[in-house]
């Protein structure tokens, strides 16, 4: 290895020119689970691709919550784009050295879009809640243009927050061990193997599971405390249950991508996981929704149902129109 050193008047610095992603230990056949992992990549594009294709033809969602689930899907496209593609370049192909730019900026790509998955899901929960907390004036607090600079903060938020906490490794000097205990650049085993103070990204590690983790969820949770109550206040059970199947697919959106990421810190603080089994289970946390939240929210919706029904009306009604 080949390291850049640069010495101070006390100390000295070293910056390695690469890490070495660990991955995986002593699993036989386990090239097949990253073969998985690539057809889940490929059905994460088709049906991302396909769910922003309609929101973008269909007239009828060109409304502030199709935004924020166009959003979404930008976010869910990106996330998967930058951790699995590389995921399987470094084990399927043994690639697993990479340059310390390299892993530096895929640590950053990955961060930032996970952060505004979370932060969508919010920005979801704030819609559902005012359309039934304040149904009167919905149209009026949730317009397209309040939720497109929601967005705009919300992005601004996140690229400056990951920018900060991925700087934050460029003080560290790495003397030791550079192999990374993952399965892509992550920043808890890459900050870990410095041997200089790393108080500072040990906070910003806290800061950041805090922003993606605690403190959407207990928005989320608290806005649906509130949703339950004025569902209790509506007179009828017919109105009742229309407007509690508006919030179906957020919710399970909310439990794919948060139950298992929970869970995951759970077990890690009260008991030991192997980490091969840590892997896998921050892996599919990491990709399986990205997959799945186009699929649930067009199987789930119906407008957006009706918006595929009437495309495709409108295609074949084409196609027949050029055949005659």
């Not at 819609?127 to 039934?132: C, E, H, N, T, W």
């Not at 993952?182 to 103070?197: I, M, Q, V, W």
């Not at 996981?273 to 067009?298: D, W």
Request: glycine letters at 2%; proline letters at 3%; a positive charge.
């Amino acid at each position: 290895m080949s390291d850049s050193v640069l010495v101070s008047s006390n100390a000295t610095f070293v910056r390695p020119s690469y890490f070495y992603i660990n991955g995986f230990e002593n699993i036989p056949h386990i090239k097949y689970y990253y073969v998985f992992l690539g057809l889940v990549y490929a059905v994460t594009v088709l049906a991302n691709s396909f769910i922003m294709t309609v929101i973008y033809l269909a007239r009828n969602l060109h409304t502030a919550k199709y935004v924020v689930i166009f959003n979404l899907a930008v976010t869910d496209l990106c996330g998967s784009t930058a951790l699995i593609p590389k995921l399987i370049e470094t084990f399927l192909f043994e690639k697993q050295y990479i340059s310390y730019e390299a892993c530096l900026s895929s640590m950053f790509f990955v961060y930032v879009f996970m952060t505004m998955q979370s932060l969508s899901l919010l920005t979801l929960a704030y819609d559902r809640f005012v359309a039934i907390v304040f149904p009167l004036r919905y149209h009026v607090i949730v317009t397209r243009t309040a939720m497109v600079m929601i967005l705009v903060v919300l992005w601004l938020f996140t690229l400056a927050l990951i920018s900060f906490t991925v700087s934050l490794i460029t003080r560290l000097s790495f003397c030791g061990s550079l192999v990374i205990k993952s399965f892509f650049c992550d920043h808890g085993p890459t900050y870990a193997l410095s041997c200089n103070n790393n108080s500072l990204n040990n906070i910003m590690a806290w800061v950041c599971f805090l922003v993606v983790m605690c403190i959407p969820i207990v928005l989320i949770v608290l806005t649906y405390f509130c949703i339950a109550i004025a569902l209790i206040r509506i007179a009828t059970g017919e109105e009742r249950g229309k407007a509690m199947r508006t919030c179906t697919s957020h919710l399970i959106l909310v439990a794919i991508f948060y139950l298992p990421m929970v869970g995951n810190n759970i077990a890690a603080v009260v008991s030991y996981i192997h980490p091969n089994a840590r892997i896998i289970n921050n892996s599919l946390t990491q990709t399986l929704p990205s997959m799945l939240n186009p699929i649930i929210y067009s199987l789930r919706t119906e407008e957006v149902m009706d918006a595929i029904r009437k495309l495709y009306k409108r295609s074949t009604g084409k196609l027949n129109t050029i055949r005659s």
